[in-house]
């Protein structure tokens, strides 16, 4: 069984950062896309971002574009959000997932992805 911890959320005021930790447990993920969503109170799941499982590739929602950089250290099992310029439309509750080996992109859904974090809080405050 495998299982993901997040760490690395807290309370930022606008404009500052922080860096998302996302550790793997129980089965390397060097093949596995890892994702990155987030959840706001009283909405649905949203897509941040993902990286491919070798990391040449990553996609994310426009909102945070050129703003977040996703990465990963497969040697580590470990996944990370960068988080720049943070927006307090950005606080939510962030989740990191991994996909079945050999998942087609563009993984987007939250159904696309078979293991889960139980989240970091993000709090972005004006």
């Known amino acids: 069984q495998v299982q993901l911890v997040e760490s690395g959320g807290g309370l930022v005021e606008a404009g500052g950062s922080l860096r998302l930790t996302c550790v793997a447990f129980g089965r390397t993920l060097y093949n596995s896309s890892m994702g990155w969503f987030r959840q706001a109170p009283g909405k649905e799941r949203e897509f941040v971002a993902v990286i491919s499982h070798g990391g040449a590739y990553s996609h994310y929602t426009d909102s945070v574009k050129g703003r977040f950089t996703v990465s990963r250290d497969n040697a580590k099992n470990t996944a990370y959000l960068q988080m720049n310029s943070l927006k307090v439309e950005d606080t939510a509750t962030y989740y990191c997932?991994?996909?079945?080996?050999?998942?087609?992109?563009?993984?987007?859904?939250?159904?696309?992805?078979?293991?889960w974090g139980q989240g970091t809080q993000v709090t972005v405050s004006s």
């Open positions: 997932a991994a996909a079945e080996r050999g998942a087609l992109w563009p993984l987007r859904g939250p159904g696309d992805y078979k293991y």
